[in-house]
Nanobody, 124 residues
């Protein structure tokens, strides 16, 4: 079982990136998928979540209105579209799969499988 996060890069403030999370040996449709990020010197923080049963989505306040989580079931891939990027979005972004309870979708301990991370750098 493996998750692969990709799509990071260096962009200027205001630009966009689309991150991908693909599964190997894991059908993402049946799992709750979370995106987390960790900036240098900071703790890992939750960014977004896609529920497994009804496809509900949720976003951290910092991502609301700028980021969109979506899925291509045929490609077994979950995406995080990030628009209007800011320098404070600079971080390593991780995707994770789990079955968190509704009240704990933001908790990293609820996720079983993690991708290796992809670096997003936003210059001012």
């Amino acid at each position: 079982v493996q998750l692969q996060a990709s799509g990071g890069g260096l962009v200027q403030a205001g630009e966009s990136l689309r991150l991908s999370c693909s599964g190997s040996g894991l059908t993402l449709e049946g799992w709750g998928i979370g995106w987390f990020r960790q900036a240098p010197g900071k703790e890992r923080e939750w960014v977004s979540y896609r529920g497994s049963r009804d496809g509900t989505t949720d976003y951290a306040d910092s991502a609301m209105g700028r980021f969109t989580i979506s899925e291509d079931v045929a490609e077994n891939t979950v995406y995080l579209q990030m628009n209007s990027l800011k320098p404070e979005d600079t971080a390593i972004y991780y995707c994770a799969a789990g079955r968190p309870i509704t009240s704990a979708t933001t908790a990293s301990r609820m996720y079983y499988y993690w991708g290796q991370g992809t670096l997003v750098t936003v210059s001012s």
